[in-house]
Nanobody
Framework: VQLQASGGGLVQSGGSLRLSCAASGQILSTYVMGWFRQAPGKEREFVTAMIWRGGITSYADSVKGRFRISRDNAKNTAFLEMNSLKSENTAVYFC????????????????????WGKGTLVTVSS
């Protein structure tokens, strides 16, 4: 699986941005698509993830209610809609896939994710 994240850019505080993650290769229904981010000088952290077979999602508390993960099955693409952005959301955002052969709870641990895309930079100006 190869992943390509895009959609980052500069946005003002309070604004919105939509990131995309295009996957090449088959994404099976049990796979988990996740978004992580890494701010300057900080460790990579979990943002959100979704089990590819619709519906089950997990969000970090810091983004709950403002960010939304979704997917387009036909295009093998996941999205991260980010609203009410804050300066502390400035980071490089990565999409990743956790390859699993069975349904299981979503892991928030980055080592559990097997494939990673190159990040896309989101800068929120205050």
């Amino acid at each position: 699986v190869q992943l390509q994240a895009s959609g980052g850019g500069l946005v003002q505080s309070g604004g919105s941005l939509r990131l995309s993650c295009a996957a090449s290769g088959q994404i099976l229904s049990t796979y988990v698509m996740g978004w992580f981010r890494q701010a300057p000088g900080k460790e990579r952290e979990f943002v959100t993830a979704m089990i590819w077979r619709g519906g089950i999602t997990s969000y970090a508390d810091s983004v709950k209610g403002r960010f939304r993960i979704s997917r387009d099955n036909a295009k093998n693409t996941a999205f991260l809609e980010m609203n009410s952005l804050k300066s502390e959301n400035t980071a490089v955002y990565f999409c990743a896939v956790d390859v699993r052969d069975r349904m299981a709870p979503i892991s928030r641990r980055s080592p559990e994710f097997d494939f990673w895309g190159k990040g896309t930079l989101v800068t929120v100006s205050s």
